[in-house]
């Protein structure tokens, strides 16, 4: 053997082989989806269950020279890259008069900033989300206009919180006050969202023939809706609708896949095995890997990410906490407990700076994908027991192309909607509201 | 109008009643309900400037609250959350908040006898993931398991079938297209399909294993190792593989490559050709149809530095691409059963191509729209064959594009219930044979009508006398009707809630897949014993047999089962027998580590009694353990602490005696008689004053509860055959189900056609507007 073994650079999704080293010698610079050689912003979300244990959070210091907590220490070599953000709000998570439940609501709130309605069947209700906002503006210039992916599917029993249908606790992306958007959890899927099926199938099809009959085949399904939608009630067309759009939106994939800026896998990307990798860290880096994926060859500009969902009762045993988190996260003030859900907390950050690191990574322009990134990260609930909605812990990462100062612990006035956060994060990719939900402003101080 | 979760049960009041049928002593409203609102909300809800714009005052009598339910569930929500009245104001006292929760849900509950009846409305559904497989397996004959990929489906009370809650997302959208690609695919045999095809893999994006590396366009292997791929082998054949390759001979040889398929070594050719001048190397192989995993191994490294030639001393092999053509030699072979199902019609001498396709649609698309078709709808999809005949596809390519239309058609993904044209708004009408047989087939099938429903359904005959009938017993006496055990039972026994659920496995070592599984089987074969057996629903919950394998045998501590197969064991001790002593019951009202006495009390009352205990209160927390003292307590002494406090005794004395009967089950539904070297406590005493010692006290004190949980089971049976909540006018249709049940011996097959029979189940109304002229959205 005469050479150093090459690294390779393979998303293996089981194991702890994840790894996308040196992504920008795979991909040559190019002109990003819109003919723009200035890189675009990219906006993620990302969302873990149950609240935290509090007193292990929020940093002492405020400004620059801040120390890093335990739970938020995992991010000690990024701490030039992150903002914390402390006295943050989700009003609309409150019961406001609707009992409980806040677990539900905490997910639906997140980046609506709506109150949803309370009920386990019809008309579930909560707002467009921050997410889908920025997607319907910005997300017609790439093949996918936002990508959703999580590790838990919607759950399947019974009402899921107190009354509350389980479409609330299993999405935070919302197209429509009516329509939740399902995540893909599986990483093999994901993977073929952004770049096709990666199987032989699709491959040896003739693809510009596929193209056609796939137009066609929704020009003759569209005029089936069209026809159909005479004889319906209100009820029945807006289902009719929501079934509409979504032809909308694969004539749009049909149309970018065919375009000049059709995605392409980097070299030496290969698809993960399908099924869910059995190790939870390693199934949570393999999804940040494909999001970093996304982000870098542009398939699309806006994602979320539920680490989990909201009351999810996943158990760690890796890092020794085999009780559900729900469960333990009503702690009673117990330490036994606080400290495992420290433990957990401070997985989940650890995940994040994992994302974090891997944005980073990757060079983009004079700089890196991070630069050209705005990430959120938390939870709209503040501590597990209490389940209040203020002093929320939040996460930013991502310099916003330049527009935002990380590197600093940052306090607001105590009932900040977290929604003024949301506000400013559109003012940089160019949409501009007067308002954002509940906001009550911009959100001051992310410029330094 | 939106009643949601009180319609099932009248609930605190109720609780006392025995074995006849709910006769609760009416509460009258201005003597009994008037002065208490008068008296706690009166003040900011009154004539003068009324908070939140409710004046209580202006309902007169009930027939004014009648007309204005949803404020009066407004009212029932705020009560039972103790929003209201708000702390700082007067509160009442916890019977008088109990008067008034009971009075106003028996007034939800009401109908007027004197207005029209109303069938409700079901949305618009979609076929769930269930439905959408099973259809497909009926439509054509192909298994696609889409639980693998598509977007789990929304629940609302309690069922994925309740058509206002499943949406259709783009995502899934995506799935179904891929989808119908796929099972066409699957079903159908094409020419092209067989045409002798090339397939050139670039070595450089191969996997690479060992020492490899890409260079540029070629991989270089300088140590031992292979570059692999695996790809689709249509049909099985020789086919011809040509590899450019070229080498660094060294030590007197050329690089060896090995051609192998699926890890197995086919050829080995010697690259003699030299790095600058690389050649195609040519092999013929024999590929089975199928995933082949294809590579092409370096396997005779050799490295020696201190070769006094400088060109002698390295042995590397290089590799630009794998390409590989056929089958040369393929027998086309007999089409699979699906195409010949589809393909009623081959184009001839005497019948041209675009006729033969015509009739092949003609058979297909009622089928696939499960109704006769429009005028001009097969002329639309005609046009999808024309369109892929011009691009000079086969007959057999070009009939593909239209069904993959029908396949993603909303004829095909919704189950599609028309008003009636030009009939009155309002109008309630009696659905067509056709959208009855639907209903009647994804109930009891969660699937697509059969040729003979169909048939029936198509001369108008399915309301004939005993037609219906008939229809439902043979249904029921199909093995599809398995799918009421699959889709409704474990549904409604919230059983789907264990897929996901893992049992901490230091305290549960024994648990694991196997044995889930066999938790699961055990409860789809008890109900679906019952459906074959025409058993009493009673036999549910105290059956004396159940269904067991080896593994569950040990569990549960019976001998004498061997072998992982399950099959029916008669029981002789009353400790096991019926879903509330089943190990899938109890493990999924655990928490990982330990039981949760809560959670199991409140599933009976919410799946066996229907009676719901009302959500937590805001700041009621859990179990709070601040002190030491706390701590030494046992689970039953902290709860019995917890219930110390009268806002949480109110629900608790419901929920906890009943989960401390079932203690003597430990977090996997094991028996035991101790915990932690402690006897178990299983005595206790429920609200209405009966006490028990132990599960089978337990068990035959909820067997008294008969009619509570026939009208629990027929409500929840009614949703998920409706696919919509049970709302307050189906109360008539549910007590004539109750009553038909009785007279029938309980009989589950009563039970399942009384639903069929039912006025909701057989009608439905036009648009949004209900006969009581209240909106419904």
Redesign the interface.
């Given at each position: 053997m005469s050479r150093l073994i090459s690294r390779r650079t393979v998303l293996r999704g089981i194991g702890t082989a994840v790894a996308l080293p040196a992504l920008e010698a795979m991909t040559p610079l190019k002109a990003f989806a819109d003919g723009d050689a200035k890189p675009p912003l990219r906006m993620a979300f990302c969302m873990t269950p149950n609240g935290v244990n509090v007193g292990q959070w929020f940093p002492q210091a405020e400004g620059a020279a801040y120390e890093l907590s335990k739970t938020l220490s995992p991010l000690a070599p990024l701490k030039q890259d992150i903002l914390v953000l402390s006295g943050l709000a989700h009003d609309k998570a409150k019961a406001n008069g609707d009992g409980a439940g806040d677990h539900a609501r905490s997910a639906s709130t997140f980046l609506t900033g709506c109150q949803a309605r309370k009920t386990d069947g019809k008309d579930i209700r909560s707002g467009v989300s921050v997410d889908q906002l920025a997607a319907e503006k910005m997300g017609a210039k790439t093949r996918l206009a936002s990508l959703e992916i999580g590790s838990e599917r919607g759950a399947m029993a019974g009402n899921c919180d107190s009354g509350y249908s389980c479409a609330y606790s299993s999405a935070v992306a919302w197209k429509s006050p009516t329509m939740p958007l399902p995540k893909e959890i599986n990483p093999r899927q994901v993977f073929a969202r952004l770049f096709g099926d990666p199987s032989a199938i699709a491959a040896e099809r003739d693809k510009a023939k596929q193209a056609l009959y796939r137009r066609s085949v929704l020009d003759v399904v569209r005029e089936d809706a069209a026809g159909l939608g005479k004889d319906l009630g209100a009820a029945d067309r807006r289902k009719l609708d929501e079934y509409l759009e979504s032809v909308r939106s694969i004539e749009r994939q049909i149309q970018s896949a065919e375009g000049e800026n059709a995605a392409k896998v980097p070299a030496g990307v290969e698809a993960p095995a399908d099924g869910v990798p059995s190790e939870l860290p390693a199934y949570l880096r393999l999804l940040s890997d494909l999001l970093v994926l996304a982000f870098q060859t542009d398939v699309t500009r806006i994602a979320t990410y539920m680490f989990a969902n909201e009351g999810s009762n996943k158990t760690f045993p890796f890092i020794e906490v085999r009780d559900g988190h729900h469960s333990i996260s009503h702690h009673g003030g117990n330490k036994e407990k606080l400290d495992k859900i420290q433990k957990i907390d401070q997985f989940y950050v650890e995940t994040f700076g994992y994302l974090v690191g891997k944005l980073k990574s990757v060079k983009e322009g004079e700089g890196t994908l991070l630069d050209n990134c705005m990430l959120v990260y938390g939870s709209a609930i503040g501590d597990g027991n209490r389940h209040n909605h203020n002093e929320l812990p939040v996460l930013f990462a991502g310099r916003g192309g330049g527009t935002i100062l990380p590197g600093r612990h940052v306090r607001y006035p105590k009932d900040t909607p977290m929604t003024n956060l949301f506000l400013s994060m559109l003012d940089r990719v160019g949409i501009q509201e007067e308002r954002f939900a509940d906001s009550t402003g911009r959100l001051k101080g992310l410029e330094g | 109008m939106?009643i949601?979760?009180v319609i099932p049960c009248v609930a605190l009041a109720l609780l006392s009643r025995g074995e006849s049928p709910a006769q609760e002593k009416p509460i009258a409203y201005k003597d009994s309900v008037q002065p208490l609102l008068a008296k706690y909300c009166g003040k900011c809800h009154g004539p003068v400037k009324p908070k939140a714009q409710l004046n209580l005052e202006a309902y007169k009598d009930e027939a004014s609250v009648l007309k204005d339910r949803k404020t009066w569930k407004r009212v029932l929500?705020?009560l039972?959350?103790r929003?209201m009245p708000p702390d700082d104001k007067p509160q009442p006292s916890p019977a008088e908040r109990e008067l008034l929760t009971s009075w106003v849900e028996g007034m939800l509950e009401k109908v007027d006898p004197n207005a029209p009846r109303d069938p409700g409305?079901v949305?618009?559904r979609?076929l769930n993931r269930v439905e959408y497989r099973n259809t497909l397996r009926d439509l054509l004959g192909v298994d696609f398991n889409p639980t693998?990929?598509f977007?789990?489906?929304?629940?609302?009370?309690?069922f994925?079938n309740?058509?206002?809650?499943l949406?259709?997302?783009?995502?899934?959208?995506?799935k179904y297209?891929?989808a119908a690609e796929?099972v066409l695919?699957q079903a159908v045999q094409t020419p092209e399909q067989f045409r002798p095809?090339t397939?050139r893999l670039e070595a450089?994006?191969m996997?690479?294993a060992g020492?490899?590396?890409?260079e540029g366009e070629t991989v270089c292997m300088?140590?031992n190792g292979e570059m692999q791929e695996t790809?689709?082998v249509f049909l099985g054949g020789t086919y011809v593989f040509r590899i450019r390759a070229s080498g660094d001979p060294a030590g007197g040889e050329p690089p060896r490559m090995s051609l192998r398929v699926d890890g197995k070594e086919q050829k080995v050719v010697d690259v003699t050709a030299q790095r600058r001048d690389p050649r195609v190397y040519e092999e013929r192989l024999a590929l089975e149809a199928g995933k082949r995993r294809i590579s092409a191994a370096f396997i005779n490294?050799y490295?020696n530095p201190e070769a006094p030639r400088a060109r002698d001393r390295?042995r590397?092999l290089y590799v630009d691409y794998v390409e590989f053509h056929g089958p040369v030699d393929g027998k086309l072979p007999e089409p699979p059963a699906a195409h010949r199902r589809l393909f009623v019609a081959a184009p001839s001498a005497g019948r041209p191509r675009r006729e033969a396709a015509s009739e092949i649609l003609a058979r297909f698309l009622p089928l696939a729209f499960r109704r006769p078709l429009?005028e001009g709808e097969l002329e639309?999809?005609l046009?999808?064959h024309d369109?892929?005949e011009k691009?000079g596809d086969s007959f057999e390519a070009a009939v593909k594009?239209?069904l993959?239309?029908a396949l993603?058609?909303?004829?095909f993904?919704?189950r599609?219930e028309?008003?009636l044209?030009g009939g009155d708004p309002k109008g309630v009408h009696p659905l067509t044979d056709g959208e009855l047989a639907s209903r009647l087939s994804y109930f009891l099938w969660s699937s697509m009508p059969d040729a003979e429903l169909i048939d029936v359904a198509r001369q108008g005959k399915l309301r004939d006398p005993g037609v219906l009938e008939g229809q439902v017993r043979r249904m029921l006496r199909d093995p599809k009707s398995r799918a009421l055990a699959e889709n409704f039972a474990i549904?409604w026994l919230?059983?789907?809630?264990l897929?996901?659920y893992?049992p901490?496995?230091?305290?549960f070592p024994s648990f694991d897949e196997p044995l889930r599984q066999a938790m699961l089987q055990e409860a789809v074969l008890l109900f679906d014993a019952v459906v074959r057996e025409d058993r009493s629903v009673m036999d549910l919950l105290g059956a004396d047999f159940t269904f067991l394998n080896d593994r569950l045998a040990k569990h549960y501590g019976i001998p004498g089962v061997e072998g992982p197969e399950m099959r029916r064991v008669a029981l002789s001790d009353p400790r096991r027998g019926g879903v509330l002593t089943m190990a899938a019951v109890l493990t999924a009202t655990s928490?990982?580590?330990r039981t949760a006495a809560v959670k199991r009390g409140k599933w009976v009352l919410e799946t066996i009694l229907g009676t719901p205990p009302?959500?937590?209160?805001?700041d009621?927390?859990?179990?709070?353990?601040?002190t030491d003292a706390d701590?030494r307590l046992s689970l039953r002494q902290r709860l019995e602490k917890h219930r110390a406090d009268p806002s949480c005794a109110a629900c608790h004395r419901r929920m906890d005696p009943i989960g401390f009967g079932f203690e003597n089950y430990d977090g996997i539904g094991a028996w035991r008689d101790r915990e932690n070297g402690q006897a178990i406590d299983t005595a206790a005493t429920l609200p209405d004053g009966s006490s028990f010692k132990g599960p089978v006290e337990l068990k035959n004190l909820l067997l008294r509860r008969r009619e509570d949980y026939v009208k629990c089971l027929a409500e929840k049976m009614l949703t998920f055959a409706l696919g919509?909540?049970v709302e307050y006018y189906d109360s008539l249709a549910v007590k004539e189900i109750r009553r038909k049940l009785a007279d029938n011996g309980y009989r589950i097959s009563t039970l399942v056609l009384e639903i069929a029979k039912s006025y909701p189940f057989q009608h439905r109304r036009?648009?949004?507007q209900n006969p009581e002229g209240a909106k419904d959205?």
């Open positions: - | 939106k949601g979760r929500d705020q039972q959350a929003e409305r949305v618009l979609r693998v990929d977007p789990s489906d929304d629940v609302g009370y309690g994925d309740i058509g206002d809650v949406s259709i997302p783009p995502l899934l959208m995506e297209f891929a796929k695919d095809r397939r450089k994006s996997q690479i020492g490899g590396q890409a300088f140590g790809v689709e490294d490295y390295d590397n429009a639309r999809f046009k999808l369109l892929a691009q594009v239209p993959q239309a993603v058609s909303p004829h993904l919704f599609v028309k008003d044209a549904q919230q059983l789907r809630r897929e996901g893992q901490d496995p230091r305290r928490n990982p580590t009302p959500p937590p209160l805001p009621a927390g859990e179990l709070k353990d601040e701590r919509r909540g036009n648009r949004s959205e």
